[in-house]
């Protein structure tokens, strides 16, 4: 039987994590519902925790074809792009995000169908482990670096240009800058774990989930305190200011 250590619940603890903090952004955005941001940041940490999920799961109960296709869908093909859209309403005019998000999901959609259909090469499946080395079609597997560089593009690009941004102006709170900088590098560090888990390492993905997604909330925090006068525009994270 597959020795199995605490780190492998770690996917757990962050399931719950992510259930919290979704929570949280639902109700930031049902007091704003014009806010598309605040509703695709709310779908993206759905999404991280259900990835999340699967893997625990799988340390839990053990492999199975509907968690394996499931983690894959939302967690290595989706992992950050719907965080990313979030970024997008508020770095881009309103008409261009939506063309953009149409984009995003055909592409996810057709990629999904593709992921769902694959066979599964079950002589490659490890126990409570879970790999995209155990689909037949391991072309499928090309396709989700496109919706990771977009994530990484928009997410951790935005986030960084937006700390510097507010850095270089004085009259802005700090709190922009800190709460950007955390947003910036906890959405790299999924895409870093992603990295080791292709070589076999999927320990070092479960270790950076858990930070990736509690240094975005840290960072969604440092932005939501500021004081009374100002808590408007803060409630726009500090991007940018949403077009219409």
Known sequence: MEERSLIHFTPAVTTVVAAVFALVLWRHWRRRPQA?????????VALYGLGTFTEAATTIFGWSEPLF??????????????????????????????????????????VSVFVLATPIVFEAVEPHRLSGEVMEWQW??????????????????????????????????KSRVTGNALIAVGALLPGIGGSFTRAGYVE???????????????????????????IHSVQQTAYATERK
């Open 36 to 44: 598309r941001y605040l509703f695709w940041w709310t779908v993206g």
């Open 69 to 110: 296709r499931s983690w894959y869908i939302a967690g290595a093909l989706l992992g950050g792009a719907p965080l990313a859209q979030g970024t997008v309403y508020l770095l881009m005019k309103k008409r261009n995000a939506d063309r953009l998000t149409v984009l995003m999901l055909t592409y996810a959609a057709i």
């Open 204 to 230: 070092v993905l479960y270790v950076t989930e858990i930070l990736g997604l509690t240094l975005i909330w840290m960072g969604y925090r440092a932005m939501t305190k500021v004081p009374a006068p100002s």
């Open 140 to 173: 499928v597997r090309l396709f989700s670096p496109l919706l990771n560089t977009y994530a990484m593009v928009f997410l951790v690009g935005g986030a960084g240009w937006s700390a510097w941004r507010y850095w270089k102006t004085s009259d802005r709170p």
